[in-house]
């Protein structure tokens, strides 16, 4: 079974580069998806924060700390002891993939002129890419969920290190148990103010099953906006996440969509043509 998973990811990555466009942008249709793409996904600038969040990388790389691991996703709710450095070598997002969700969220932030932005993050791990995202723009607050106390332990204090604590919340338990009530009691909160709740930035990075992230898609799908992103990570990981990003892309609120290899993206806005675009990053 491993065997054959690995042959399908090395078959989609094959399939991926033999298919997707290098265009920078040229065939976008959308000026907004278009500016996405030409100015944000293949700028090349390092910003100010992103040194500190990779030397918290190397930390967790290097560290052979033993942790109580308790994980919801394929290790069915079953603790196991794991190395932090083993966590970090096979969990933690690419750099370059957390960085063009850093630029993206920032250019957001920029959108909404002062707003502050509402992030969803499945899936904590060590919280490198929650940092990322976190330090994006001091307006926003991120909200992550995990399923193992150990881990977002260490997370928590990568972030007091990066100072970005304060701008992160996190639910820690069973996604399954824990998401929807989550989502609904912000919802009710806000309807109680006399205002409205939406995700203006989610990035699906839990577990990598078909059932599981189509629970969670239609879970996070209330409260998109025109405006929103979802990030669904890994969607050429196994057959099944193969298919649960062809059923997402399909959804009938879903407007475009970006395959970027690791991962799918997915906008919502009516007055973007219908397009599902294969690109190279």
Known sequence: MMLSVSLFRLWSHFLHRLTAWNTGGEGIHSPYLFYLVRHLMYDRNSYYCWKDIEDVRRCMLADTTTVDVTDFGTGHGRPAQRRICDIARTSLEKPKNAQLLF?????????KQGMCLSVVELGTSLGITTAYLAAANNRLKVLTFDGSEAIVAVAQANWRRLGLADRIETVVG??????????????????????GYSIDFAFLDANHTYDATMRYWKQLLPYYGNKSIFVVDDIHYSPDMAKAWREIAQTECVTSTMDLGDMGIVFFDPQYLRRHYKLRY
């Open 103 to 111: 630029r993206w969220l920032a250019y957001l932030a920029r959108e």
């Open 174 to 195: 069973n996604l399954d148990s824990t998401l929807e009530s989550t989502l609904y009691n912000r919802a009710h909160a806000a309807r109680e103010k006399g205002i």
